[in-house]
């Protein structure tokens, strides 16, 4: 216990209701603790706390009141010295008076080990030595097209320096192929020009923008606030050193490999809509197999389920796209009839208004049904065979030129598996993408975040969007690398632990370089020096602990978070000996969702068994397997892991950490069975931050899945 450390217990809302504060000074004092209570310590009480951290030269505080997650900015504190004072928070406000019956003997049982806990992980806390990143301030972008050039233009017009780099002779990227955009302004019924010039001038023309085409990234390294990247030039190679990175490289339109079961390649008079704009540029629409009038024209937004060649994610873009291109035929060929085949027409919000207007114009018929096959016939013509239509049957259209609307396919990695920022990073030069090769790190909560800290996806390479989508993204993704030259400058982490100035540290003597923990961390946050022991790039850390969850032979901590501290605040937890009746269940919740849902669950009142004592964990990944056996060692009656749903269609903060304890729990499983326990009193519970309504049937049904084992035969042992 550190020698100047203090408790404060709060009786207001509902608190000093619901428990016996006597008794709860009692279990302080008898850690040596002097203790204060006060009816409200985050109103006039705390200018008291203040006060006595000064008076006393304190050097921990113990807050006894509400959730940890509640008014953080109330409870910190500075020590005498300016730096921030360890403050360690008790929730006995949501999790123990809001949650569970007040004056029950089982409640004030929950209060008290609670307490305990929090004044032993008090014990553990050191104060954390900060590593600044501060290189470079200057923004690295990507990619010059739409996302490319707002994100540009918005770090710059921050004050910002910012290096763009361009693989084509010219800025403006896919755009320079486009004749116009759909709508985006009202009436939001007529195509608009795409003011790409005046955006290239722009970026151009501004005094903290550097523009690099016909280049490319040869090489990147380093983490946030200290870049280094590597640009080839025609010139030679360029060092550029930055403090933060923005891939915003765009998409290819799908092709022949994708596209090639409705003739495209085989079919001369079988195009991508790429062709069509070129032609509404020109002023012309002609058969490209022989140069003759165009009278008729089917668009096909290739969403058909019988060939399997469509992308296996859908957006709005190709559906507007496939509008404005027939709008683009009706202007060219007033005479001609066009065809629109679809099988979901995405129009939302205002592009409602736009597809009421290609409904109305004259010449274009909606034909809804997926198209069956596409085929050559004489003279040139495509016979298209679509099935399942509105006309309750199948219909052939024969036209002189089919264009198929081709879905965007993000450009974050190339066709060769090399990625256009060639990390050099342990765990691979690309960066990790999502299953249908979009660049993104929580797709929820951290919407331009990529699993590599301080590089953010903006634009097509990021998600399928339009123009003014990517604009936005640009610009989104600007604020989050600003973000994060700042945090990196103060050695802080950036998210979702953000301001956290703590980063792992490793006892390397015990070390057998093993690896783990750089191949588990999802951010490549580690690296191997020479002797393979792991380093760490302070500025990359998400401070998740996942790697700390990895070592087998618990090696490594943070300086408020190890595997001895929450070992420390397990052991303080009373321990009724076969007693049904009071049985003891530890869970581990993550701090991100499953944390926040108990919570939610207090506030609304809810219940859940008294039986269990919460530790918060950053993330379910940084749960060591030592800490799972060492509960039940130590006679609980069974453990749950409270957090995130694992899978592709994950929702941990971190990635991969939900589905990494889950390959732990199995092994810690097979250990129960050779210690003749139940494997079943170790269980991994999968929640969110929204799950709150449900979360008490699934505790309660874990608390009778253990009353029904019974309590642990360890006990006492």
């Known amino acids: 216990m550190a020698t100047k450390t203090a408790c404060y217990i709060c009786e207001g809302c509902g608190i000093a209701k619901s428990l016996d504060l006597e008794r709860l000074k009692e279990v302080a004092q008898g850690y040596g603790l002097p203790v204060t209570s006060g009816p409200a310590l985050c109103l006039e ?4 706390i203040a006060e006595d951290i000064g008076k006393y030269s304190l050097e921990a505080v113990v807050i006894a009141a509400c959730s940890p997650r509640e008014k953080r900015d109330v409870f910190r504190f500075d020590a005498p010295s300016g730096a921030p004072l360890r403050v360690q928070r008790v929730n006995l406000r949501e999790q123990v008076a809001w949650s569970q019956p007040p004056g029950a003997a089982a409640t004030q049982e929950l209060a008290e080990d609670l307490l305990r806990m929090g004044i032993a992980g008090a014990s553990h806390q050191g104060a954390p030595s900060p590593s600044p990143s501060d290189l470079g301030r200057t923004v690295l972008v990507v990619g010059g097209g739409p996302a490319g050039l707002s994100a540009a233009i918005s770090a710059a017009d921050a004050g910002h320096g910012v290096v763009l780099v361009e693989q084509e002779a010219e800025l403006g990227g896919y755009l320079r192929r486009l004749h116009w955009q759909y709508p985006k302004r009202p009436p939001y019924t007529e195509p608009e020009p795409i003011p790409l010039d005046d955006w290239v001038a722009e970026a151009m023309e501004h005094p903290n923008v550097e523009v690099i085409t016909g280049a490319a990234i040869s ?81 096909l937004l290739c969403d058909g389920k019988a060939s399997g060649s469509h992308l296996p994610y859908a957006d709005s873009v190709t559906s507007m796209a496939a509008l404005k291109q027939a709008l683009y035929v009706r202007d060219l060929l007033p005479g001609a009839t066009v065809y629109l085949v679809f099988e979901d027409m995405q129009a939302t919000g205002l592009g409602e208004l736009f597809y009421l207007k290609a409904q109305e114009a004259g010449g274009i018929v909606f034909v809804r049904g997926h198209v069956l096959s596409v085929q050559e016939r004489c003279e040139g013509r495509v016979a298209i065979r679509v099935g399942e239509t509105n006309l309750a049957r199948d219909v ?42 979009h660049a993104d790190s929580n797709f929820v909560c951290f919407p331009y975040e990529t699993r590599r ?61 093993c690896a783990r923990c750089t191949e588990e961390c999802p951010f490549g946050a580690l690296e191997l020096d020479e002797s393979r022991h792991p380093t760490v790039n302070p500025a990359r850390c998400r401070r998740c602990g996942i790697c700390m969850g990895a070592c087998p032979v618990q090696i490594i901590s943070f300086p408020d978070y190890s595997v001895e501290m929450v070992a420390d605040m397990t052991r303080q937890v009373s321990m009724p000996e076969e007693d049904v009746e009071r049985l003891r269940i530890l869970v ?53 892991m409270l957090g995130c749903r694992a899978g592709e269609d994950h929702q941990c903060h971190f990635i991969q ?45 874990f608390a009778g899945a253990i009353a029904a084992a019974g309590p642990n035969p360890m006990k006492g042992f």
Do not use: W
């Open 219 to 299: 090489s990147l390294s380093g983490q946030p606030g200290s870049f280094v990247a590597e640009v080839a030039t025609k010139d030679g190679v360029r060092r550029v050193e930055a403090g933060a990175v923005i891939l915003a490289t765009g998409f290819r339109q799908a092709g022949e490999a994708e596209l090639g079961a409705y003739g495209l390649g085989s079919i001369a008079n079988v195009q991508t809509s790429a062709f069509l704009e070129a032609a509404a540029q020109a002023g012309t629409l002609e058969r490209p197999s022989d140069g003759k009038a165009v009278e008729s024209v089917a668009i």
């Open 396 to 437: 052939e259209l024969n036209v002189d030129l089919a264009v198929l609307a081709a879905g965007m396919i993000p450009v974050a990695a190339d066709e060769s598996g090399g990625a256009p920022l060639h990390l050099k990073y342990l765990q691979g030069a690309t960066l990790p993408l999502r299953p249908f090769g």
């Open 657 to 701: 950490g939900s589905a990494l304890l889950q390959r732990r729990v199995e092994n810690v499983r097979e250990t129960l069975e050779r210690m003749a326990l139940e494997p079943e009193r170790v269980q991994v519970l999968e929640t969110s931050i929204a799950d709150s309504h449900v979360l008490p049937a699934a505790l309660r049904s």
């Open 453 to 513: 800290t301080g590089i953010y996806a903006a634009g097509a390479a990021h998600r399928a969007q339009d123009i003014a989508q990517s604009r936005r993204d640009g610009a989104g993704a600007a604020l989050k690398a600003i973000q994060a030259i700042g945090h990196a400058a103060r050695g802080a982490a950036v998210h979702p632990r953000v301001g956290d100035l703590g980063y792992p540290q490793f006892f390397l003597q015990k070390c057998t370089s």
């Open 45 to 48: 009480d705390r200018a008291r």
């Open 588 to 640: 581990f919740a993550c701090e991100n969702d499953a944390y926040p849902a108990l919570d939610a669950l207090g506030a609304t009142h809810g219940h859940y068994p008294a039986s269990m004592r919460v530790v918060p964990v950053r993330c379910l990944g940084s749960v060591n397997a030592v800490m799972i056996t060492d509960a039940i060692s130590r006679g609980f009656d069974g453990v749950a």
